[in-house]
């Protein structure tokens, strides 16, 4: 593989920045506040399911960060960017939405898999539209969880009124990319 034809990396961040700076001064906050409000055995109890929780979702972050890695290599790069890319318009709009509409999992699954797209080539505002599809109109959701706990008339008008959104997204994303 040439170097014009290996997979465009996404930017590398820091280890340490200012977003894991914040969530650390909020969670040793939050902490501080759930002893002294609530005591040692709630504190040590709620430490005790968050640990459950984080040996949980660990695995599943580490393979869809793996799969992510893997899809950036084999992802065809010239096809994402004619059919993803910044001149694909419209269709990859429509395309990057229908995506999203179909990809099930939650934001561990779906955010490398954006991010590997996006380093092959996909354009922001298709990257928009595919997550706000993806948050906004996702099936599985609207199949496991809105119609049967909302029912059936609720769950199409508010998919129905959600369409549009994704679209929206995109151009504003565009447009404040531009200012």
């Given at each position: 593989?040439?170097?014009d034809e290996s997979p465009a990396s996404p930017p590398r961040r820091r280890l340490v920045?200012?977003?894991l700076l914040f969530m650390i001064a909020f969670?040793?906050?939050?902490?501080?506040a759930c002893y002294i409000v609530n005591?040692?055995?709630?504190?040590?109890?709620a430490l005790q399911d968050e640990l459950s929780l984080v040996l949980q979702i660990v695995p599943v972050i580490i393979g869809a960060v793996l799969l992510a890695a893997c899809l950036q290599v084999l992802l065809p790069i010239d096809a994402v960017k004619r059919q993803l890319g910044q001149d694909s318009?419209?269709?990859?709009?429509?395309l990057a939405t229908a995506l999203g509409l179909f990809v099930p999992g939650g934001p561990m699954a779906s955010f490398p898999l954006m991010l590997a797209v996006m380093g092959a080539g996909a354009?922001?505002?298709?990257?928009?539209?595919f997550?706000?599809?993806w948050s906004v109109l996702g099936l599985q959701r609207v199949i496991v969880w809105e119609i049967p706990l909302m029912g059936g008339d609720f769950a199409l008008i508010r998919f129905l009124a959600s369409v549009p959104l994704p679209l929206i997204a995109a151009f504003s994303a565009v447009w404040l990319l531009r200012r």
């Open positions: 593989m040439s170097d920045d200012g977003s969670a040793v906050t939050s902490a501080a005591g040692p055995r709630v504190f040590v109890q318009g419209w269709r990859g709009l429509l354009d922001v505002a298709a990257s928009v539209a997550l706000t599809s």
